[in-house]
């Protein structure tokens, strides 16, 4: 539950003014002001407004939360292969790539779902899914959210070249800070 000594917080890291971010709402400044003291019971929509220019006003962006060194696999490596990178790296999927370009994804449960299949050391063309979503390394991280309710990571391109992946946890530590 987000409280207002929390949105205090939010707002003070944002560096914003409660007068600014008012203005940016819609709503008063006395409004804040009781909402940050506990005083007043918001609206949902409110706090979503709220919520919404304090996100948008820490100005990150997918680039600035991306891990980097993305791991990942071709479409020719076994699917034995695949399970030891992941096992090793502690990962719950693995981009697919080919010359550079993603052309699927191998997913921990793919592997385990295989393993009984007799797929083992075939490649991992045969059990990969679609490839991962790719967005461009300046959409905001508020923009990817809805993304990650729905697949376990995403990746990020710069200039045109996935550069590097965005995961749930990834996403995590960036609201905990």
Known sequence: MITGTMMRSMRKRARLTQHQLAAAVGISQAHIAKIEGNKVDPRLSTVNRILAVLE???????SSIMTRKIISTTPRATVREASKIIGKKSVSQLPVMDDGKVVGTVYEKSIIVNISNGL??????LIMSPPLPIVDGSVPCTQVKSLLEHYPAILVSLNGSVAGIISRSDMFKTIGK
Request: charged letters at 30%.
């Open 56 to 62: 948008k006003s820490s100005g990150k962006v997918c």
């Open 120 to 125: 083992f050391d075939e490649p991992v063309s």
